[in-house]
Protein backbone atom coordinates (compact mmCIF):
# COMPACT_ATOMS: atom_id res chain seq x y z
CA UNK A 1 0.00 0.00 0.00
CA UNK A 2 1.41 3.71 -0.85
CA UNK A 3 -0.05 6.98 0.18
CA UNK A 4 0.15 9.29 -3.18
CA UNK A 5 -0.22 13.00 -3.13
CA UNK A 6 -0.48 15.72 -6.30
CA UNK A 7 0.70 19.17 -5.72
CA UNK A 8 -0.06 21.57 -7.91
CA UNK A 9 -0.02 19.62 -10.97
CA UNK A 10 -0.70 20.56 -14.86
CA UNK A 11 -0.44 19.07 -18.08
CA UNK A 12 -0.35 20.94 -21.27
CA UNK A 13 0.28 19.51 -25.04
CA UNK A 14 1.70 22.36 -26.66
CA UNK A 15 -0.68 25.27 -25.88
CA UNK A 16 -3.47 23.52 -24.98
CA UNK A 17 -3.27 22.73 -21.24
CA UNK A 18 -5.59 19.85 -20.09
CA UNK A 19 -4.70 19.40 -16.44
CA UNK A 20 -4.24 22.76 -14.67
CA UNK A 21 -2.84 22.63 -10.80
CA UNK A 22 -4.38 19.75 -9.70
CA UNK A 23 -3.81 18.99 -6.32
CA UNK A 24 -5.13 15.48 -4.59
CA UNK A 25 -4.06 13.66 -1.73
CA UNK A 26 -4.92 9.96 -1.54
CA UNK A 27 -4.11 7.97 1.66
CA UNK A 28 -3.40 4.13 2.28
CA UNK A 29 -5.42 1.99 1.24
CA UNK A 30 -7.84 3.76 -0.34
CA UNK A 31 -10.28 3.41 -3.20
CA UNK A 32 -10.28 6.66 -5.13
CA UNK A 33 -12.57 7.26 -8.02
CA UNK A 34 -12.07 9.57 -10.66
CA UNK A 35 -15.07 10.45 -12.19
CA UNK A 36 -15.93 13.46 -15.03
CA UNK A 37 -17.38 13.47 -18.56
CA UNK A 38 -15.25 12.54 -21.59
CA UNK A 39 -12.50 15.26 -22.15
CA UNK A 40 -11.79 16.30 -18.15
CA UNK A 41 -8.71 14.85 -17.87
CA UNK A 42 -9.18 11.53 -15.33
CA UNK A 43 -7.31 9.35 -17.87
CA UNK A 44 -4.73 11.75 -18.60
CA UNK A 45 -4.04 12.40 -14.77
CA UNK A 46 -4.15 8.59 -14.34
CA UNK A 47 -1.37 8.35 -16.90
CA UNK A 48 0.52 10.68 -14.99
CA UNK A 49 0.64 8.95 -12.24
CA UNK A 50 1.70 5.34 -14.07
CA UNK A 51 4.66 7.18 -16.00
CA UNK A 52 2.90 7.35 -19.13
CA UNK A 53 2.78 10.81 -19.43
CA UNK A 54 5.45 13.72 -18.58
CA UNK A 55 3.88 16.13 -15.74
CA UNK A 56 4.23 19.39 -16.92
CA UNK A 57 4.55 21.55 -13.85
CA UNK A 58 3.91 20.21 -10.18
CA UNK A 59 5.01 17.38 -8.15
CA UNK A 60 3.57 13.35 -7.83
CA UNK A 61 4.69 11.95 -4.32
CA UNK A 62 4.40 8.42 -3.61
CA UNK A 63 4.96 7.06 -0.16
CA UNK A 64 6.65 10.46 0.69
CA UNK A 65 9.17 10.37 -2.60
CA UNK A 66 9.33 12.67 -5.76
CA UNK A 67 8.59 10.55 -8.16
CA UNK A 68 8.22 12.95 -11.05
CA UNK A 69 10.96 11.29 -12.90
CA UNK A 70 11.14 8.00 -11.64
CA UNK A 71 10.27 5.71 -14.93
CA UNK A 72 6.73 3.32 -15.26
CA UNK A 73 8.58 0.02 -14.54
CA UNK A 74 10.28 1.19 -11.10
CA UNK A 75 7.22 3.06 -9.64
CA UNK A 76 5.57 -0.42 -8.52
CA UNK A 77 2.15 0.33 -9.98
CA UNK A 78 0.15 -1.86 -11.58
CA UNK A 79 -2.22 -0.76 -14.17
CA UNK A 80 -5.37 -2.16 -16.07
CA UNK A 81 -6.87 -0.74 -18.97
CA UNK A 82 -10.66 -0.93 -20.71
CA UNK A 83 -8.82 -3.21 -23.31
CA UNK A 84 -7.86 -6.53 -21.90
CA UNK A 85 -4.68 -6.98 -23.66
CA UNK A 86 -4.24 -10.51 -23.71
CA UNK A 87 -1.42 -12.45 -25.22
CA UNK A 88 -4.11 -14.46 -27.46
CA UNK A 89 -1.40 -17.17 -27.85
CA UNK A 90 -1.21 -17.87 -24.35
CA UNK A 91 -3.23 -19.50 -21.89
CA UNK A 92 -4.76 -17.66 -18.93
CA UNK A 93 -1.72 -18.79 -16.65
CA UNK A 94 0.94 -18.21 -19.46
CA UNK A 95 -0.89 -14.40 -19.30
CA UNK A 96 -0.73 -14.31 -15.95
CA UNK A 97 2.81 -14.91 -15.17
CA UNK A 98 4.14 -13.09 -18.08
CA UNK A 99 5.17 -10.44 -15.88
CA UNK A 100 7.02 -12.09 -13.46
CA UNK A 101 8.43 -14.37 -15.59
CA UNK A 102 9.94 -11.61 -17.72
CA UNK A 103 11.40 -10.26 -14.64
CA UNK A 104 13.09 -13.56 -13.86
CA UNK A 105 11.38 -14.68 -10.74
CA UNK A 106 12.19 -17.67 -9.44
CA UNK A 107 9.20 -20.25 -11.01
CA UNK A 108 8.66 -21.24 -7.39
CA UNK A 109 7.58 -17.55 -6.97
CA UNK A 110 5.97 -17.17 -10.03
CA UNK A 111 3.38 -20.60 -9.46
CA UNK A 112 2.74 -18.47 -5.99
CA UNK A 113 1.92 -15.59 -7.40
CA UNK A 114 -0.07 -17.09 -9.98
CA UNK A 115 -1.96 -19.29 -7.54
CA UNK A 116 -3.07 -16.29 -5.44
CA UNK A 117 -3.95 -14.14 -8.04
CA UNK A 118 -6.40 -16.71 -9.25
CA UNK A 119 -7.96 -18.09 -5.81
CA UNK A 120 -8.50 -14.69 -5.82
CA UNK A 121 -10.32 -14.13 -9.10
CA UNK A 122 -11.57 -17.03 -9.14
CA UNK A 123 -10.22 -18.22 -12.15
CA UNK A 124 -8.66 -21.88 -10.68
CA UNK A 125 -10.79 -23.79 -13.61
CA UNK A 126 -9.31 -21.54 -16.03
CA UNK A 127 -6.01 -21.69 -16.00
CA UNK A 128 -6.04 -24.02 -19.16
CA UNK A 129 -7.88 -21.83 -21.47
CA UNK A 130 -6.89 -19.21 -23.76
CA UNK A 131 -8.05 -15.95 -24.32
CA UNK A 132 -10.59 -16.94 -26.99
CA UNK A 133 -12.64 -19.65 -24.82
CA UNK A 134 -13.27 -16.93 -21.92
CA UNK A 135 -16.17 -14.28 -21.93
CA UNK A 136 -15.49 -10.87 -21.45
CA UNK A 137 -16.04 -11.05 -18.15
CA UNK A 138 -13.32 -13.88 -17.39
CA UNK A 139 -10.94 -11.44 -19.55
CA UNK A 140 -11.22 -8.28 -17.31
CA UNK A 141 -10.37 -11.25 -14.41
CA UNK A 142 -7.45 -12.15 -16.12
CA UNK A 143 -6.30 -8.39 -16.96
CA UNK A 144 -6.70 -8.18 -13.20
CA UNK A 145 -4.72 -11.23 -12.32
CA UNK A 146 -1.63 -9.81 -14.34
CA UNK A 147 -1.95 -7.03 -12.33
CA UNK A 148 -1.92 -8.65 -8.86
CA UNK A 149 1.23 -10.89 -9.37
CA UNK A 150 3.07 -7.66 -9.31
CA UNK A 151 1.50 -7.32 -5.60
CA UNK A 152 2.12 -3.87 -6.29
CA UNK A 153 1.46 -0.57 -3.73
CA UNK A 154 -0.52 0.64 -5.88
CA UNK A 155 -3.37 -0.13 -8.20
CA UNK A 156 -4.50 1.84 -11.44
CA UNK A 157 -7.94 1.19 -13.37
CA UNK A 158 -8.49 3.01 -16.74
CA UNK A 159 -12.39 2.29 -17.82
CA UNK A 160 -11.73 -1.38 -17.10
CA UNK A 161 -15.86 -2.07 -17.58
CA UNK A 162 -16.36 0.15 -20.38
CA UNK A 163 -15.95 -2.88 -23.35
CA UNK A 164 -18.95 -4.88 -21.04
CA UNK A 165 -22.65 -5.57 -21.52
CA UNK A 166 -24.37 -4.26 -18.54
CA UNK A 167 -25.15 -6.92 -16.50
CA UNK A 168 -21.31 -7.72 -16.40
CA UNK A 169 -20.64 -4.25 -15.32
CA UNK A 170 -22.67 -4.69 -12.38
CA UNK A 171 -21.37 -7.81 -11.31
CA UNK A 172 -17.73 -6.91 -12.18
CA UNK A 173 -18.20 -3.65 -10.18
CA UNK A 174 -19.00 -6.22 -7.36
CA UNK A 175 -16.23 -8.59 -7.73
CA UNK A 176 -13.79 -5.34 -8.13
CA UNK A 177 -14.61 -3.79 -4.60
CA UNK A 178 -14.42 -7.41 -3.03
CA UNK A 179 -10.97 -7.47 -4.35
CA UNK A 180 -10.15 -4.36 -2.93
CA UNK A 181 -11.73 -4.99 0.44
CA UNK A 182 -9.38 -8.42 0.37
CA UNK A 183 -6.54 -6.31 -0.48
CA UNK A 184 -6.32 -3.58 0.74
CA UNK A 185 -3.96 -1.69 -1.84
CA UNK A 186 -4.49 1.84 -2.74
CA UNK A 187 -6.51 2.37 -5.68
CA UNK A 188 -7.56 4.88 -8.26
CA UNK A 189 -10.14 3.94 -10.67
CA UNK A 190 -11.10 6.25 -13.57
CA UNK A 191 -14.70 6.32 -15.01
CA UNK A 192 -17.20 8.14 -16.57
CA UNK A 193 -20.32 6.33 -14.99
CA UNK A 194 -21.14 7.76 -11.95
CA UNK A 195 -22.98 4.66 -10.55
CA UNK A 196 -19.58 2.82 -10.64
CA UNK A 197 -18.16 5.75 -8.76
CA UNK A 198 -21.34 6.02 -6.58
CA UNK A 199 -21.02 2.08 -5.54
CA UNK A 200 -17.42 1.06 -5.57
CA UNK A 201 -15.71 4.23 -4.08
CA UNK A 202 -14.36 5.49 -0.75
CA UNK A 203 -14.22 9.18 -2.19
CA UNK A 204 -15.31 10.82 -5.66
CA UNK A 205 -13.01 12.90 -7.26
CA UNK A 206 -15.68 14.93 -9.60
CA UNK A 207 -13.38 16.60 -12.39
CA UNK A 208 -14.79 18.93 -14.85
CA UNK A 209 -12.43 20.72 -17.19
CA UNK A 210 -9.20 20.06 -16.30
CA UNK A 211 -10.30 20.74 -12.51
CA UNK A 212 -11.73 18.95 -9.51
CA UNK A 213 -15.45 20.08 -8.69
CA UNK A 214 -15.65 18.33 -6.03
CA UNK A 215 -14.24 15.45 -3.47
CA UNK A 216 -15.75 13.33 -0.64
CA UNK A 217 -17.57 10.06 0.29
CA UNK A 218 -20.02 9.47 -2.47
CA UNK A 219 -23.40 9.91 -0.22
CA UNK A 220 -21.47 13.43 0.82
CA UNK A 221 -21.73 14.21 -2.73
CA UNK A 222 -25.02 13.09 -3.88
CA UNK A 223 -26.68 14.89 -0.87
CA UNK A 224 -24.68 18.28 -0.82
CA UNK A 225 -23.20 19.03 -4.37
CA UNK A 226 -21.18 22.08 -4.31
CA UNK A 227 -22.72 23.77 -7.72
CA UNK A 228 -24.93 22.65 -10.72
CA UNK A 229 -22.22 20.56 -12.73
CA UNK A 230 -21.62 18.24 -9.66
CA UNK A 231 -25.17 17.91 -9.02
CA UNK A 232 -26.34 17.84 -12.39
CA UNK A 233 -23.68 14.85 -12.78
CA UNK A 234 -23.84 12.80 -10.19
CA UNK A 235 -27.28 10.61 -9.95
CA UNK A 236 -29.72 8.50 -12.45
CA UNK A 237 -31.71 10.37 -13.38
CA UNK A 238 -30.33 13.52 -13.27
CA UNK A 239 -31.36 16.25 -11.04
CA UNK A 240 -34.12 18.64 -12.72
CA UNK A 241 -32.66 22.63 -12.69
CA UNK A 242 -36.03 25.17 -12.54
CA UNK A 243 -34.95 29.10 -12.37
CA UNK A 244 -37.03 30.97 -9.70
CA UNK A 245 -36.48 33.49 -7.24
CA UNK A 246 -35.76 33.39 -3.56
CA UNK A 247 -38.90 35.16 -1.45
CA UNK A 248 -39.71 35.11 1.91
CA UNK A 249 -44.12 34.43 1.98
CA UNK A 250 -45.48 34.86 5.57
CA UNK A 251 -41.46 34.37 7.20
CA UNK A 252 -41.47 31.32 5.44
CA UNK A 253 -38.69 31.37 1.96
CA UNK A 254 -39.88 30.27 -1.08
CA UNK A 255 -38.89 29.82 -4.70
CA UNK A 256 -41.10 31.06 -6.77
CA UNK A 257 -41.01 29.15 -10.25
CA UNK A 258 -41.65 31.14 -13.54
CA UNK A 259 -45.23 30.25 -13.71
CA UNK A 260 -45.77 32.19 -9.98
CA UNK A 261 -45.82 28.67 -8.31
CA UNK A 262 -44.33 28.85 -4.88
CA UNK A 263 -42.10 25.83 -3.82
CA UNK A 264 -41.04 25.88 0.07
CA UNK A 265 -37.59 25.35 0.43
CA UNK A 266 -34.99 25.03 3.17
CA UNK A 267 -33.75 28.42 5.45
CA UNK A 268 -30.76 30.02 3.54
CA UNK A 269 -28.72 33.24 3.71
CA UNK A 270 -30.10 34.53 0.36
CA UNK A 271 -31.27 38.09 -0.29
CA UNK A 272 -35.19 38.66 -0.68
CA UNK A 273 -35.55 38.67 -4.69
CA UNK A 274 -32.50 36.84 -5.66
CA UNK A 275 -32.58 34.91 -8.90
CA UNK A 276 -32.00 31.10 -7.72
CA UNK A 277 -31.40 28.08 -9.94
CA UNK A 278 -33.45 24.98 -8.14
CA UNK A 279 -31.92 21.53 -8.42
CA UNK A 280 -34.62 18.79 -7.41
CA UNK A 281 -33.88 14.93 -7.42
CA UNK A 282 -35.79 12.81 -9.70
CA UNK A 283 -37.33 11.00 -6.32
CA UNK A 284 -37.86 13.93 -4.57
CA UNK A 285 -41.04 14.18 -6.28
CA UNK A 286 -43.95 12.72 -4.70
CA UNK A 287 -47.59 13.31 -5.35
CA UNK A 288 -50.17 15.10 -3.66
CA UNK A 289 -53.13 17.19 -4.55
CA UNK A 290 -52.38 19.96 -2.61
CA UNK A 291 -48.66 20.49 -4.04
CA UNK A 292 -47.38 23.62 -5.06
CA UNK A 293 -45.97 22.61 -8.45
CA UNK A 294 -47.57 20.90 -11.37
CA UNK A 295 -46.05 18.74 -14.39
CA UNK A 296 -47.37 17.97 -17.55
CA UNK A 297 -46.30 14.90 -18.89
CA UNK A 298 -44.75 14.20 -21.54
CA UNK A 299 -43.23 10.55 -21.56
CA UNK A 300 -43.86 7.64 -19.26
CA UNK A 301 -40.99 5.29 -18.89
CA UNK A 302 -41.63 2.17 -16.87
CA UNK A 303 -38.90 0.27 -15.84
CA UNK A 304 -39.91 -2.27 -13.43
CA UNK A 305 -39.45 -1.33 -9.62
CA UNK A 306 -39.77 2.28 -10.84
CA UNK A 307 -41.61 4.68 -13.39
CA UNK A 308 -40.05 7.34 -14.82
CA UNK A 309 -41.63 10.60 -15.99
CA UNK A 310 -40.15 13.06 -18.28
CA UNK A 311 -42.31 16.10 -18.87
CA UNK A 312 -42.61 20.00 -18.03
CA UNK A 313 -42.30 22.02 -14.96
CA UNK A 314 -42.51 25.82 -14.92
CA UNK A 315 -42.35 25.15 -18.28
CA UNK A 316 -38.74 23.59 -17.91
CA UNK A 317 -37.85 19.70 -18.44
CA UNK A 318 -37.87 17.98 -15.37
CA UNK A 319 -37.59 14.24 -14.33
CA UNK A 320 -39.54 12.35 -11.76
CA UNK A 321 -39.40 8.79 -10.19
CA UNK A 322 -42.43 6.92 -8.21
CA UNK A 323 -42.58 3.60 -7.02
CA UNK A 324 -46.29 3.02 -7.43
CA UNK A 325 -48.13 1.39 -9.98
CA UNK A 326 -50.60 4.10 -10.90
CA UNK A 327 -49.43 5.24 -14.33
CA UNK A 328 -49.78 8.23 -15.44
CA UNK A 329 -50.54 9.20 -19.47
CA UNK A 330 -48.77 11.80 -21.84
CA UNK A 331 -50.36 15.15 -21.46
CA UNK A 332 -51.57 14.60 -17.64
CA UNK A 333 -50.73 17.31 -15.27
CA UNK A 334 -49.70 15.80 -11.83
CA UNK A 335 -49.80 18.03 -9.33
CA UNK A 336 -46.21 17.47 -7.15
CA UNK A 337 -44.56 18.53 -3.78
CA UNK A 338 -41.26 18.31 -2.57
CA UNK A 339 -39.88 18.78 0.97
CA UNK A 340 -38.38 21.66 1.67
CA UNK A 341 -34.72 19.90 2.74
CA UNK A 342 -34.53 17.91 -0.20
CA UNK A 343 -34.85 21.05 -2.71
CA UNK A 344 -30.91 22.56 -3.11
CA UNK A 345 -31.10 25.86 -4.00
CA UNK A 346 -28.07 27.36 -6.94
CA UNK A 347 -26.92 30.50 -7.62
CA UNK A 348 -28.03 31.69 -10.66
CA UNK A 349 -24.35 32.47 -12.20
CA UNK A 350 -22.42 30.83 -14.20
CA UNK A 351 -20.61 29.20 -11.60
CA UNK A 352 -23.77 27.91 -10.29
CA UNK A 353 -22.47 27.55 -6.48
CA UNK A 354 -24.45 26.33 -3.67
CA UNK A 355 -26.15 28.33 -1.56
Given at each position: MATLELVDVSKRFGAVTVIERLSLAIAKGEFVVLVGPSGCGKSTLLRMIAGL??????????????????????????????????????????????????????????????????????????????P????????????????????????LFDEPLSNLDAKLRVQMRTEIKALHQRLETTSIYVTHDQIEAMTMADRIVVMNGGRIEQIGAPLAVYDRPVNRFVAGFIGSPAMSFLEARFRRAGGRPVA?????????????????????????RPDSFRRDPEGPITM??????????????????????????????????????LRLAVEPREVHLFDAGEKGARL
Open positions: ETISEGELIIEGKRANEIPPQKRDISMVFQSYALFPHMTVRGNIAFGPRIRGEPPTRVETAIRRASGVLKLDAFLARMRQLSGGQRQRVAMGRAIVRNPRLFVLADGSALPVGEVACADGRPVVVGITVEVVEPTGPEIHLYGRVAGTEARAVFRDRNLPRPGDR
